[in-house]
């Protein structure tokens, strides 16, 4: 396997001048005006995937490229959250937050936390956004919601967000480059623990995190010297399993009597007598709702 | 990108993301919006995590996460029930909702009136029938589902 | 020597022991035996008391009654000390007190001076057997068995039976610790007590407003001179250094370097033979400190026997039972000021002015009081303020400073104890056959009616009115005569105070006339003329059981020869100038002019057998007379009724400005110091007020809230 994948590699930087061309070639096919206006879309991008190849080949676009890896995949993910945060719809709005999680995990990948990046596009978008999405569905009511359309005092939370994001990002300037090989480490102008920056900056980096092995150091380190933890997260999740059912039971309960009370509601399991039902429900508890437009 | 930078870009990148789920857990009034956006400040939290353990090539970071993660499927799970029963209580998933607890006396928020939406604006909303009844089927459903 | 020690005790233990046992038992147990008791405990009392009288007799007849040089004489006294009451540790630090040594020891020499080492101030409970102690107790003891006999019949059926007795056996306790206390602070506390029982008995019948006021006036005015007689107290603490009577010895107390010292200390009671034997001027502090200190004791007794300006009390406590009437207010209670100046003696000798006082306030007072007295129409009332009338008289004897005078006045409160409580119980008896009326409008001619009653009543009017041979005779005529002796006597010592005394024994003379006249008026209108009943008798007008008849008979029995018994044998004055108080040198060379007994006995009896006729002739017939008379001295008249306006002045100035002071607090409490209470109370409130809307219920405000002050802080820590 590894095997396999160095000869993938050595064959990727042999040939892919070649993959780029090719990729060039298709893409401008594709984009060029033909009697069949399909797949302009996809030409623009392999046209563009292409040229980035490309351009990767050139010493002076190398760190370019790197970066332009990073700050695309950051791009998608900080305008997903973006549009999470903003979108009216939130069914929109868990969507966008998906493509959110999708790109942190690749932010994850990229920096080499391969088994974070699996997690969470399998706990977060596989489960806990879906569950999410079910809440909403099942949660729905009739047309778009008034509160949906509003925000609740903007004009001061989009400014506290904006301080707050100036505060971290000067906090970044002013601190980081003080953590430079040439300052001793333990000097006033170095806060940062001693030994770790040296582990930090130690050339050549003993790049543990980087292992290949990567899983394995990983389970343990966790099951070593975090175990404890490890045991008290599993009885969290526990709790947080008896809890929810907890939660459900004692509301079915109470639905229960609710209807009871009204034996009409919830006979017929078709969804306009779930409708009348509700309806009966959402006038019964008219009053918490009614406190707003009292 | 050396290592300082990389540490730098994902910082921004995390704060980016806390700033934006801080703000839209205070601006949006649906809950299960407001969660998502917990979960936001969340992910903001692991990547400067992550981003500190590669720096200082320490796996205490990830491990971190990994908690993190947990802690994120718990409270998904006890918020969700909870948030389903306040729905069911109220009918509403709208947060000022349950300002009854406020000091006595206090008068309560109440919104301002909204213009109709307009149409253009209105967006359908999928919804989930519960298990075993035959959803009802509007024209177009039926209209598409011929093509299937 | 050991009887007088046990039965100095026991005589205060047996009603104790009787106020104990009828107030556990007396409402459920005893019931209408309730008396039982009481009348075994006063009965034993007084049988102890007269045996106490005769030992202490006995043994006082050792003492020489005259000092000589080589023999000198203090009485005779005999203290029992129970137990340490109170014991404060170097008390005597930075205090200039008057303490006279033991022995040879130089006197007024600081005991606990430097280098003796420290020396505690100890207060006993001590109890004294001495002639004045006796007589004192034997007097009560027997007037408060004759009237726990008398309340059988009178307090009959009424609901608050075994109260009653529960009440009159603690004042027998108290009245008789009173009397027998060899310490100002005991004293202090049972003349505390009487005034307790006094104000329990007067408001005993509390469901009635005038009772209930009554008793509260009695407190109140009592206050007054309570408040004196406290700062007397403690002004003897701070200038004798000690409240004892008596001598005490402590063994042991000075350490062995002092060479002269013997092993042995005494501090020397205010009135232990040490300070009475010594020179006068070494032994008791004289000017402006020893007027104040007579004066202050002065003040209590006026407030507990009803003297001028405190006097207002006793008329209105005839709201009690009648009994108690005779007991408290007329025989035992009211005389205990006179017991204590009496017994204080030489601390008045000290300050010769205040002599001067106390005969001008009794003389004053017995005026008084007989003016008001003569138009009265209330039977107690009349005989209330006999009472005051006579008490002033025993101020008089008293305030002479001679030892005639005090031996008068005493001999004086001694026969008045037995026909003042007479003429009350006689007064009860009148009231029992008339329904409980005792305004002498309402009925008359009683004589038939209560034959009994009349007879024995009629010899309490003579002995009051100091008709020959009857007891107020003997007493009153001393008195008069130990005044008269004093104006000669003063005399050669300044022509002010001459003339003083000389006024007060001509007011003395005029008041044994109105004595007699409105004693009499009081007997004639109740027993002669035209008989009428009131309507509220019903057919109760009848004699009174033999219950309430027998004391009346011993009383009379008692009135009509203890004092020609004692006068004519000198038995009382013997015993009496045997206390130590009284056996004080200084007293002893104004042993002079005993002429003038004939002169003043031949005109006091002509004024009252005067004061008797007047009577007889206004009273008997029609009374068209005194009406014309009421026309014709109608503004003297009408201020006698109204008793010379005090109640009201007192009300003007005393009561109403209190009353709008009271109002003033009240004002500045409400709405000043309450403002203030208040004021902190809206303080949280207005603060709360003002963050109450942060508790607005939105949760998004809350995380908005914390978020900013997340903030402030980050940005605070980043610029700082």
């Known amino acids: 396997m590894t095997n396999l994948l160095e000869r993938l590699t050595a064959w990727w930087h042999a040939y892919n001048v070649y993959v780029a061309l090719v990729l060039v070639a298709v893409g401008l096919y594709l984009l060029l005006p033909r009697r069949r206006s399909w797949g302009r879309a996809a030409g623009a991008v392999t046209s563009v995937i292409g040229m980035g190849l490309l351009a990767a080949r050139s010493p002076a676009f190398a760190g370019f490229f790197q970066q332009g890896v990073f700050w695309s995949l950051a791009?998608?993910?900080?305008?997903?959250?973006?549009?999470?945060?903003?979108?009216?719809?939130?069914?929109?709005?868990?969507?966008?937050?998906?493509?959110?999680?999708?790109?942190?995990?690749?932010l994850f990948f990229y920096q080499g936390a391969q088994f974070l990046g699996v997690a969470t596009v399998v706990v977060y978008a596989g489960a806990i956004l879906v569950t999410f999405l079910f809440v909403?569905?099942?949660?729905?009511?009739?047309?778009?919601?008034?509160?949906?359309?509003?925000?609740?005092?903007?004009?001061?939370?989009?400014?506290?967000?904006?301080?707050?994001?100036?505060?971290?990002?000067?906090?970044?300037?002013?601190?980081?480059?003080?953590?430079?090989?040439?300052?001793?480490?333990?000097?006033?102008?170095?806060?940062?623990?001693?030994?770790?920056?040296?582990?930090?900056?130690?050339?050549?980096?003993?790049?543990?995190?980087l292992a290949t092995d990567h899983m394995a150091h990983l389970?343990?380190?966790?099951?070593?010297?975090?175990?404890l933890a490890i045991e008290i997260a599993g009885t969290l999740l526990l709790v947080a399993l008896v809890g929810a059912v907890a939660i459900v039971v004692h509301e079915q309960r109470s639905r229960a009597t609710v209807d009871a009370a009204h034996p009409t509601a919830g006979h017929a399991l078709t969804p306009a007598a779930l409708a009348a039902g509700r309806t009966q429900h959402d006038s019964q508890f008219a009053g918490a709702g009614a406190n707003i437009h009292e | 990108m050396n290592e300082i930078s990389l540490l730098q870009n994902y910082l921004f990148v995390g704060a980016v993301l806390f700033a934006l789920g801080m703000a839209g857990f205070i601006c949006r009034r649906n809950m299960i919006v407001m969660f998502l956006c917990a979960e936001m400040m969340l992910q903001g939290v692991s990547l400067s995590l992550v981003a500190w353990g590669r720096f200082y090539n320490d796996w205490g970071g990830q491990i971190m996460t990994i908690f993190i993660l947990t802690v994120a499927a718990c409270e998904a799970a006890l918020a969700l029930a909870l948030v389903m029963m306040l729905f069911r209580s109220s009918g509403k998933l709208d947060i000022l909702v349950w300002q009854y607890d406020r000091e006595e006396n206090q008068a309560p928020i109440v919104d301002r009136e909204l213009p109709e939406e307009p149409v253009s604006d209105r967006t359908h909303w999928p919804e989930l029938v519960p298990a075993g009844i035959e959803p009802d089927q509007t024209k177009l459903e039926v209209r598409y589902r011929r093509r299937i | 020597?050991?009887?007088?020690?046990?039965?100095?005790?026991?005589?205060?233990?047996?009603?104790?022991?009787?106020?104990?046992?009828?107030?556990?038992?007396?409402?459920?147990?005893?019931?209408?035996?309730?008396?039982?008791?009481?009348?075994?405990?006063?009965?034993?009392?007084?049988?102890?008391?007269?045996?106490?009288?005769?030992?202490?007799?006995?043994?006082?007849?050792?003492?020489?009654?005259?000092?000589?040089?080589?023999?000198?004489?203090?009485?005779?006294?005999?203290?029992?000390?129970?137990?340490?009451?109170?014991?404060?540790?170097?008390?005597?630090?930075?205090?200039?007190?008057?303490?006279?040594?033991?022995?040879?020891?130089?006197?007024?020499?600081?005991?606990?001076?430097?280098?003796?080492?420290?020396?505690?101030?100890?207060?006993?409970?001590?109890?004294?057997?001495?002639?004045?102690?006796?007589?004192?107790?034997?007097?009560?003891?027997?007037?408060?068995?004759?009237?726990?006999?008398?309340?059988?019949?009178?307090?009959?059926?009424?609901?608050?039976?075994?109260?009653?007795?529960?009440?009159?056996?603690?004042?027998?306790?108290?009245?008789?610790?009173?009397?027998?206390?060899?310490?100002?602070?005991?004293?202090?506390?049972?003349?505390?007590?009487?005034?307790?029982?006094?104000?329990?008995?007067?408001?005993?019948?509390?469901?009635?407003r005038e009772a209930a006021a009554a008793g509260m006036k009695a407190f109140l005015v009592n206050r007054v001179g309570d408040f004196g007689f406290a700062l007397g107290v403690f002004l003897i603490w701070v200038t004798y250094g000690t409240l004892n009577f008596h001598d005490v010895n402590y063994h042991d107390m000075l350490d062995a370097s002092d060479a002269t010292g013997p092993a042995k200390v005494a501090v020397t009671g205010v009135l232990g033979t040490t300070r009475l034997l010594a020179p006068a001027s070494e032994a008791y502090v004289g000017g402006a400190i020893?007027?104040?200190?007579?004066?202050?004791?002065?003040?209590?007794?006026?407030?507990?026997?009803?003297?001028?300006?405190?006097?207002?009390?006793?008329?209105?406590?005839?709201?009690?039972?009648?009994?108690?009437?005779?007991?408290?207010?007329?025989?035992?209670?009211?005389?205990?000021?006179?017991?204590?100046?009496?017994?204080?003696?030489?601390?008045?000798?000290?300050?010769?002015?205040?002599?001067?006082?106390?005969?001008?306030?009794?003389?004053?007072?017995?005026?008084?009081?007989?003016?008001?007295?003569?138009?009265?129409?209330?039977?107690?009332?009349?005989?209330?303020?006999?009472?005051?009338?006579?008490?002033?008289?025993?101020?008089?004897?008293?305030?002479?400073?001679?030892?005639?005078?005090?031996?008068?006045?005493?001999?004086?409160?001694?026969?008045?104890?037995?026909?003042?409580?007479?003429?009350?119980?006689?007064?009860g008896s009148v009231m029992h056959a008339m329904g409980g009326v005792i305004d002498m409008r309402s009925f008359g001619g009683l004589r038939r009616k209560l034959p009994v009653t009349h007879w024995t009543m009629f010899i309490g009017s003579l002995a009051l009115a100091?008709?020959?041979?009857?007891?107020?005779?003997?007493?009153?005529?001393?008195?008069?005569?130990?005044?008269?002796?004093?104006?000669?006597?003063?005399?050669?010592?300044?022509?002010?105070?001459?003339?003083?005394?000389?006024?007060?024994?001509?007011?003395?003379?005029?008041?044994?006339?109105?004595?007699?006249?409105?004693?009499?008026?009081?007997?004639?209108?109740?027993?002669?003329?035209?008989?009428?009943?009131?309507?509220?008798?019903?057919?109760?007008?009848?004699?009174?059981?033999?219950?309430?008849?027998?004391?009346?008979?011993?009383?009379?029995?008692?009135?009509?020869?203890?004092?020609?018994?004692?006068?004519?044998?000198?038995?009382?004055?013997?015993?009496?100038?045997?206390?130590?108080?009284?056996?004080?040198?200084?007293?002893?060379?104004?042993?002079?002019?005993?002429?003038?007994?004939?002169?003043?006995?031949?005109?006091?009896?002509?004024?009252?057998?005067?004061?008797?006729?007047?009577?007889?002739?206004l009273y008997c017939g029609d009374r068209s007379e005194v009406r014309a008379l009421a026309r014709w001295f109608a503004p003297a008249y009408r201020l006698s009724y109204s008793k010379f306006f005090i109640d009201p002045i007192y009300n003007a100035v005393v009561v109403l400005p209190l009353r709008g002071l009271a109002a003033v607090s009240y004002w500045i409490d409400r709405y000043v110091i309450d403002a203030l209470v208040n004021l902190c109370g809206y303080l949280p409130l207005a603060i709360g007020a003002l963050l109450r809307p942060l508790q607005n219920g939105v949760v998004p405000f809350y995380a908005m809230v914390m978020v900013l002050g997340m903030l402030v802080l980050l940005v605070g820590s980043l610029l700082g």
């Open chain 1, 75 to 106: 791009a998608v993910t900080i305008s997903a959250a973006a549009a999470t945060v903003t979108f009216r719809n939130p069914v929109y709005c868990a969507i966008w937050f998906a493509l959110a999680l999708l790109g942190t995990a690749a």
């Open chain 1, 136 to 209: 909403l569905m099942l949660a729905n009511p009739k047309g778009q919601a008034y509160y949906d359309r509003i925000s609740w005092e903007a004009w001061l939370a989009a400014p506290a967000a904006a301080v707050l994001l100036g505060v971290m990002t000067v906090a970044l300037a002013r601190g980081l480059p003080a953590i430079d090989p040439a300052v001793p480490a333990g000097s006033p102008d170095f806060p940062v623990p001693a030994v770790s920056v040296a582990r930090a900056m130690s050339q050549p980096r003993v790049e543990e995190i």
């Open chain 1, 219 to 227: 389970g343990g380190q966790l099951f070593s010297r975090y175990l």
């Open chain 3, 1 to 208: 020597m050991s009887r007088i020690d046990l039965l100095i005790v026991l005589i205060p233990a047996l009603p104790l022991a009787a106020t104990l046992v009828t107030a556990a038992l007396g409402r459920r147990v005893l019931g209408t035996a309730s008396h039982l008791p009481a009348l075994l405990a006063t009965a034993t009392a007084f049988v102890l008391s007269l045996v106490l009288l005769f030992d202490v007799r006995r043994e006082a007849s050792a003492v020489p009654t005259q000092p000589t040089a080589t023999t000198p004489s203090a009485g005779y006294e005999r203290v029992v000390s129970l137990w340490t009451w109170a014991n404060i540790a170097d008390a005597y630090h930075g205090l200039d007190v008057k303490l006279l040594r033991a022995g040879n020891q130089p006197a007024g020499e600081l005991i606990g001076a430097p280098g003796t080492g420290g020396f505690n101030f100890s207060i006993d409970v001590a109890l004294r057997a001495d002639p004045l102690t006796a007589i004192m107790l034997a007097t009560v003891t027997l007037v408060s068995m004759l009237v726990v006999i008398y309340s059988i019949g009178y307090m009959h059926g009424d609901p608050g039976y075994w109260r009653f007795y529960t009440y009159v056996s603690l004042f027998v306790f108290s009245m008789t610790m009173l009397v027998s206390a060899s310490n100002f602070l005991l004293l202090y506390v049972f003349w505390e007590a009487v005034g307790v029982c006094s104000y329990l008995l007067i408001g005993f019948w509390y469901q009635k």
């Open chain 3, 290 to 427: 020893g007027l104040a200190i007579a004066l202050l004791l002065f003040v209590g007794a006026c407030g507990k026997s009803a003297q001028f300006p405190l006097h207002v009390w006793l008329p209105d406590a005839m709201e009690g039972p009648t009994p108690v009437s005779a007991l408290i207010h007329a025989a035992t209670m009211v005389t205990a000021g006179v017991y204590m100046v009496a017994r204080c003696t030489p601390l008045f000798l000290a300050a010769p002015e205040a002599s001067h006082v106390v005969a001008a306030i009794g003389g004053f007072t017995a005026l008084l009081a007989a003016l008001i007295a003569v138009t009265q129409t209330d039977l107690k009332r009349v005989l209330a303020y006999s009472t005051i009338s006579q008490l002033g008289y025993m101020f008089l004897g008293l305030g002479t400073a001679s030892l005639a005078g005090i031996t008068a006045g005493m001999f004086h409160l001694f026969t008045h104890a037995f026909f003042k409580a007479l003429l009350f119980l006689g007064a």
């Open chain 3, 466 to 617: 100091g008709v020959v041979p009857l007891a107020g005779f003997w007493s009153k005529d001393e008195v008069l005569a130990a005044v008269l002796d004093k104006a000669v006597a003063a005399g050669e010592a300044g022509e002010s105070v001459a003339s003083l005394y000389r006024t007060l024994y001509w007011g003395a003379l005029f008041t044994a006339g109105l004595t007699a006249f409105y004693t009499f008026r009081a007997f004639f209108w109740t027993f002669y003329g035209e008989e009428r009943i009131p309507p509220e008798a019903g057919h109760h007008a009848h004699e009174s059981p033999a219950n309430m008849i027998g004391p009346l008979a011993v009383l009379a029995i008692l009135s009509a020869f203890v004092g020609w018994w004692f006068a004519m044998t000198h038995g009382f004055a013997r015993l009496l100038n045997l206390t130590p108080s009284l056996a004080y040198a200084p007293l002893q060379p104004e042993h002079a002019a005993h002429g003038g007994h004939l002169t003043v006995a031949a005109v006091s009896t002509l004024v009252a057998c005067g004061g008797i006729l007047l009577a007889a002739y």
